[in-house]
């Protein structure tokens, strides 16, 4: 089944503010620091519909490729892996810290029909890109019209 989903700019604007003003409520209640960011999860993506393939791209700095997993089951691709921790100096006392460390996971929804078996990952410099290739049922087709 293939289902294309289109966003309005005008909700998507709508849920960013919303965030935003969440965000700022929170550091208000509490003070200038914040207690959450929504901003700062990890896995920050960018994806972009080409006419043939989707791209992902993720910022993944610090994580080592053999430390990430990509999967695919269905409609669902999962980035997860393990960003190592950090070695504080032995003579040191920790003040603050907004590193993360540890585990994580994210799941993101495929917009349409990929071919599972075309799907290609890179990783450079920080930046996870996964392709996947539309399958031919999501791939955009010219429907000519015949006069009569």
């Not at 896995?43 to 791209?57: A, I, P, R, S």
């Not at 930046?127 to 399958?135: A, E, F, Q, R, T």
Request: charged residues 25%.
């Amino acid at each position: 089944m293939l289902v294309n989903v289109a966003y309005p700019k005008r909700s998507v604007d709508n849920y960013f503010t919303l965030r935003d003003s969440v965000g700022s409520l929170f550091d208000t209640f509490f003070g200038n620091e914040p207690i959450f960011n929504f901003s700062n999860s990890i896995l920050k993506y960018n994806l972009y519909d080409q006419e043939n393939e989707l791209l992902y791209t993720f910022e993944v700095p610090g994580i080592p490729k053999d430390k990430v997993k990509i999967t695919i089951l269905g409609d669902n691709l999962t980035i997860s892996g393990e960003k190592p921790a950090f070695e504080a100096p032995s003579n040191a006392r920790l003040i603050k810290s907004e590193r993360f460390s540890g585990a994580f996971s994210r799941t993101f929804r495929i917009p349409c029909e990929v071919d599972h078996a075309k799907v290609i990952a890179e990783y450079q410099n920080g930046i996870l890109s996964v392709k996947l290739p539309k399958s031919e049922k999501a791939k955009p087709k010219e429907i000519s019209i015949k006069v009569k």
